[in-house]
């Protein structure tokens, strides 16, 4: 019941734009779809987590509470590398498309304007990372733990953006003021924990290098803790002889500059423990174990009041589809997100008409934050005037032991038509 409870919360609360292209109908039929609005709307939004090992069962459990058992911690080990990835993002999008206009004397140049909220985090770390957590380093006696490196990192922020867009083939390119509601950035390049024997008289030592960012957290609610700005664009480019198009697609390529308050730690330093020997529990309360400030004792090193320039979390998306015939399509695509986490995303999908206004879309997928997946997506043109997209890359993460989840829904309309003229 958890685990269908945390994909109802994905569904409906964690939504951003549809697979992060313009849809495959658009580009097939849309000159004819939207060619008496005047004005068209889109909402889209799509949410999705995975992981090459972590499943559904733990994030349940990591969310909404519970007790992850050995028999799950053990399958989760056997499945791991010794460098593992976890990743999702989440959100809301709207857009407004003028097609009545006409900018810089072309006809077939239009305005748009375009909102959105966004979050999304990753983190890569290692299998050494997972077995400390999980299992203790009772078992690691005499041994060193490799436990990084470690990256992780957390964005949220808000945009509101002017551009155009071709009304023939639907490239855009849009310039957007960005809105930094939260962060936190993880970066320890080098972590390792020696456990002695427990008869020895070595220390434990604790090896570590490495930086943290957090935004101000001074500021809470909807208070804003930097700006910035970002470009998201679409080049579509038409096949000879109307057999289909090549895409090319960048979203939220840009930065931003998070406030003064912005912290920032330092790590840097190998901690060294020797234990407590404890020969009379009498004298409990009057034990000193020996650990002074935390923050000076574990070398940490803190300062704020300069800003800090941060990346937004970007991706570059290519595609290629190439009809059949005018009734089916194979469409290919690759996504890159730069950043340590993440893998190339691969998808390859067939698209049908099964019926003049209805298309449905197989895929095979593999990448990104997870491993291979099964998607499938319906795209309906609903009385000529409303379009519905929905589906899934991932369509058996509604299981526990699935490693991600996955959703994506987008619903456009045209607002207005276009005045016609008189004979």
């Known amino acids: 019941m958890k685990?269908?409870?945390v994909n109802i919360i994905f569904v409906f609360l964690m939504l951003d734009s549809a697979f992060a292209q313009v849809p495959t109908w658009w580009l097939l039929r849309g000159d004819r779809m939207w060619k008496e609005a005047a004005l068209v709307g889109n909402v889209s939004g799509q949410a999705n987590w995975g992981s090459n090992a972590l499943n559904n069962e733990w994030l349940s459990d990591m969310t909404i509470g519970g007790r992850i058992t050995d028999e799950e911690k053990l399958r989760m080990?056997?499945?791991?590398?010794s460098q593992n990835r976890v990743g999702g993002m989440s959100g809301l999008n709207g857009e407004l498309y003028n097609f009545s206009d006409s900018i810089f004397g072309a006809k077939h140049i239009g305005l748009m304007v375009g909102v959105e909220d966004k979050r999304h985090f990753h983190m890569n770390f290692s299998r050494d990372m997972f077995d400390l957590i999980y299992f203790g380093n009772y078992n690691?006696?005499?041994?060193?733990m490799s436990l990084g490196?470690?990256?992780?990192?957390?964005q949220w922020y808000q945009k509101?953006?002017?551009g155009f867009f071709d009304k023939r083939t639907f490239s855009s390119i849009k310039l957007s003021i960005v809105n930094g509601r939260d962060m936190q950035a993880l970066d320890l390049r080098r972590v390792s924990l020696y456990t002695p024997y427990a008869n020895s008289d070595d220390d434990m030592s604790l090896r570590y290098q490495g930086d943290f960012w957090r935004a101000d957290t001074s500021r809470a609610g909807n208070s804003s803790k930097g700006v910035g700005v970002c470009v998201d664009a679409d080049f579509n480019i038409p096949l000879k002889n109307d057999r289909g198009f090549i895409s090319v697609s960048l979203r939220d390529v840009g930065?931003?500059?998070w406030n003064e308050q912005t912290e920032y730690f330092r790590f840097d330093t190998t901690f060294t423990w020797s234990?407590?020997?404890i020969n009379d529990l009498a004298g409990?309360?009057?034990?000193?174990f020996g650990i002074p400030n935390w923050q000076d004792t574990l070398g940490i090193q803190s300062s704020s009041g300069e800003g800090q320039w941060r990346a937004l979390p970007s991706t570059i998306m290519i595609r290629t589809l190439r009809k059949n015939n005018e009734r089916s399509s194979i469409e290919a695509t690759v996504l890159l997100q730069p950043n340590l986490s993440s893998i190339p995303f691969v998808s390859l999908g067939w698209n049908q008409f099964v019926a003049s206004n209805m298309m449905l879309s197989e895929r095979i997928t593999y990448g990104g934050y997870r491993g291979f997946g099964v998607g499938a997506e319906l795209q309906w043109l609903i009385a000529e005037s409303t379009f519905l997209r929905i589906g899934s890359n991932h369509l058996f993460g509604f299981r526990n032991r699935a490693t991600g989840a996955d959703v994506f829904i987008g619903l456009s309309a045209q607002l207005t038509s276009k005045k016609r003229t008189r004979p």
Request: glycine share 10%; hydrophobic share 40%; aromatic share 12%.
């Open 284 to 288: 409990i309360d009057s034990l000193n």
């Open 3 to 5: 685990i269908v409870f």
């Open 77 to 81: 080990r056997q499945s791991m590398i």
């Open 140 to 144: 690691r006696q005499g041994d060193t």
């Open 275 to 277: 234990g407590v020997s």
């Open 160 to 162: 509101i953006g002017f």
């Open 149 to 154: 490196p470690l990256n992780a990192e957390y």
């Open 255 to 257: 930065w931003v500059k």
